[in-house]
């Protein structure tokens, strides 16, 4: 393989590899899996314990309910699958994930995603591994897994070659900082309710500057943070 051929590679360590592909071996991504335009290795971590009792997890020093992933398990994991791709550590006190992050992981080699479970992981490993932490909301999960589903699906999907058309990549939400304008189709007359007539139009200039608009008072009235960041941009300006 070329270097331009060797696909995009996703490891996922985790303590329930049985969960990957899972969705992901569907629909858009499976496809592209299929298609070998990215690859997909769910690793167990526990299959890296030592000792007598090849525990992953501790009590936390200092007290507190549940259990902590111990730092030696978690480092192991991950010596053996660390190479030039960036290391991600799933977690709710992560920076949140963003399009732009998406786009930057996508544009490299490729991700190893590190999933939490229990309380965590001990910071110490975090730190010596300069771990970049992402979360996928501001809520809690059981675990990092469905979080990695979300990084790997947000990722796979921007891969040269997987979406069938280019310009749905670039019109979509958030491509220029906007949430995405509301789409219309058959039947032009459903239960009643019309299609906004200006999309009938054939009129392609005031098709874009209805869709421009209806961008701008979505996001203005959903996500004002958006909205006030599109503004600063000063991407509104002609
Ligand atoms: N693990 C548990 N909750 C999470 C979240 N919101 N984002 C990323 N990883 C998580």
């Not at 259990?67 to 030696?72: A, I, S």
């Not at 790997?152 to 670039?170: F, I, K, N, Q």
């Amino acid at each position: 393989m070329t270097s331009s051929t060797v696909p995009w590679r996703a490891t996922v360590l985790t303590l329930f590899p049985e969960m990957f592909p899972g969705p992901l071996g569907h629909a858009l991504s499976g496809r592209a899996l299929a298609a070998d335009r990215w690859s997909l290795v769910a690793r167990d971590i526990r299959d890296f314990a030592t000792g007598r009792h090849r525990s992953v997890d501790d009590t936390p020093f200092g007290g507190g309910a549940g259990m902590v992933l111990r730092p030696d398990v978690v480092d192991a994991a991950i010596a053996d699958a660390a190479d030039d791709r960036p290391l991600v550590y799933l977690t709710p006190r992560g920076r949140p994930l963003t399009q732009d992050i998406a786009r930057r992981i996508a544009a490299g080699p490729g991700v190893v995603a590190l999933c939490g479970r229990y309380e965590g992981i001990d910071q110490r490993v975090i730190e010596a591994r300069a771990m970049q932490e992402i979360s996928i909301g501001d809520y809690v999960l059981a675990g990092g897994e469905l979080a990695a589903m979300v990084l790997l699906d947000a990722c796979v999907r921007l891969l040269p070659g997987v979406m069938g058309t280019a310009a749905s990549a670039d019109e979509e939400s958030f491509a220029d900082g906007l949430l995405e304008y509301p789409h219309y189709t058959r039947p032009a007359l459903w239960e009643g309710h019309a299609v906004p007539e200006v999309l009938t139009s054939g009129n392609h200039a005031a098709i874009a500057a209805w869709r421009l608009e209806q961008s701008r008072q979505i996001t203005q009235h959903r996500r004002p943070d958006l909205y006030n960041q599109y503004i600063a941009s000063g991407a509104h300006a002609p």
